[in-house]
T-cell receptor, first 116, second 111 residues
Framework: GAVVSQHPSWVICKSGTSVKIECRSLDFQATTMFWYRQFPKQSLMLMATSNEGSKATYEQGVEKDKFLINHASLTLSTLTVTSAHPEDSSFYIC????????????FGPGTRLTVL | QKEVEQNSGPLSVPEGAIASLNCTYSDRGSQSFFWYRQYSGKSPELIMSIYSNGDKEDGRFTAQLNKASQYVSLLIRDSQPSDSATYLCAVKKDSNYQLIWGAGTKLIIKP
């Protein structure tokens, strides 16, 4: 399966600041990456699909101006939480689809964001 | 009705026994089915994928798919305390990459 890294693994920030989370596909080029959010004791919620070289596709109810996604290369997608508030505190996880013809998704280790 | 449903649990199973996890889905056209394991505070890890009716075995894990009844299950034989985790069922409906996720079943293996 694909090897995916995320950075940072955890971050604490003050309310009103912006936080950037990086997702890297380490062993193959990914034209598509996914960003999920998971609140405690809840399941994964897909936030957006990141597409290399084009705009991200956001799920209904996810503010694209608040969660900025940039997929500038085939190995890197970034999620920026702008003007973070305590309710944005969550576990953010990216995933990468497997090789062409393979339907599995492989997840990064996640980033735990705490907004004070 | 949720698109992918799982019993939230917790499901408690004695060590060494068989743990049985179930998942139902609503879209009859779904083609690909996955089981992920998620330890507390960690990201999901792919355990099994299954695409056709019947059983698929990998070590202590067996995935079972019944498209007519629209359910997929995961059996864990010789359960170990290290199997204690939340198990997420995911279904791929169509041609894009998106997965539809169940809420997960918390499994506890008691020594």
């Amino acid at each position: 399966g694909a090897v995916v890294s995320q950075h940072p693994s955890w971050v604490i920030c003050k309310s009103g600041t912006s936080v950037k989370i990086e997702c890297r596909s380490l062993d193959f080029q990914a034209t598509t990456m996914f960003w999920y959010r998971q609140f405690p004791k809840q399941s994964l919620m897909l936030m957006a699909t990141s597409n290399e070289g084009s705009k991200a596709t956001y799920e209904q109810g996810v503010e694209k101006d608040k969660f900025l996604i940039n997929h500038a290369s085939l190995t890197l997608s970034t999620l920026t939480v702008t003007s973070a508030h305590p309710e944005d505190s969550s576990f953010y996880i990216c995933s990468v689809p497997g090789l062409a013809g393979v339907d599995e998704q492989f997840f990064g280790p996640g980033t735990r964001l705490t907004v004070l | 009705q949720k698109e992918v449903e799982q019993n939230s649990g917790p499901l408690s199973v004695p060590e060494g026994a068989i743990a049985s996890l179930n998942c139902t889905y609503s879209d009859r056209g779904s083609q690909s089915f996955f089981w992920y394991r998620q330890y507390s505070g960690k990201s999901p890890e792919l355990i099994m994928s299954i695409y056709s009716n019947g059983d698929k075995e990998d070590g202590r894990f067996t995935a079972q798919l019944n498209k007519a009844s629209q359910y997929v299950s995961l059996l864990i034989r010789d359960s170990q305390p290290s199997d204690s985790a939340t198990y997420l069922c995911a279904v791929k409906k169509d041609s894009n990459y998106q997965l539809i996720w169940g809420a997960g079943t918390k499994l506890i293996i008691k020594p």
